[in-house]
């Protein structure tokens, strides 16, 4: 089975930075794009930033361009997350997810991911 396995999460203070990973392994598949999203307490999970796994085509939440630096390395089967500039309302779990070669549709939406991580924490202070 393919996991996806999120790492790189923790506690910092209002300004600094975190760089969050995404492993997929195990038995893997194609896919179109990886991305992260985030859920915050009693708040639906929201889109963060996606590259797909050619062009590299990038897209990003309003709420984090120009803090925010998502990378991947293809060898690796990783994604990356740099999250500079943290406030404390980035404050969420923040999740990798998979969206397999079939699929079609804006990368912001959730619905078209088809594999998830637990998530890792990320807690800014002010």
């Known amino acids: 089975q393919v996991q996806l396995v999120e790492s790189g999460g923790g506690l910092v203070q209002a300004g600094g930075s975190l760089r969050l990973s995404c492993v997929a392994s195990?038995?893997?598949?194609?896919?179109?794009?990886m991305g992260w999203f985030r859920q915050a307490p009693g708040k639906e999970r929201d889109f963060v930033a996606a590259?797909?796994?050619?062009?590299?085509?990038?897209n990003y939440a309003d709420s984090v361009k120009g803090r925010f630096t998502i990378s991947r390395d293809n060898a690796k089967n990783t994604v990356y997350l740099q999250m500079n500039s943290l406030n404390p309302e980035d404050t969420a779990v923040y999740y990798c997810?998979?969206?397999?070669?079939?699929?079609?549709?804006?990368?912001?939406?959730?619905?078209?991911?088809?594999?998830w991580g637990q998530g890792t924490q990320v807690i800014v202070s002010s």
């Open positions: 195990g038995r893997t598949f194609s896919w179109n794009a």
């Open positions: 997810a998979v969206r397999y070669n079939y699929r079609t549709g804006a990368y912001s939406h959730p619905g078209t991911y088809d594999l």
């Open positions: 590259v797909n796994w050619g062009g590299p085509n990038i």
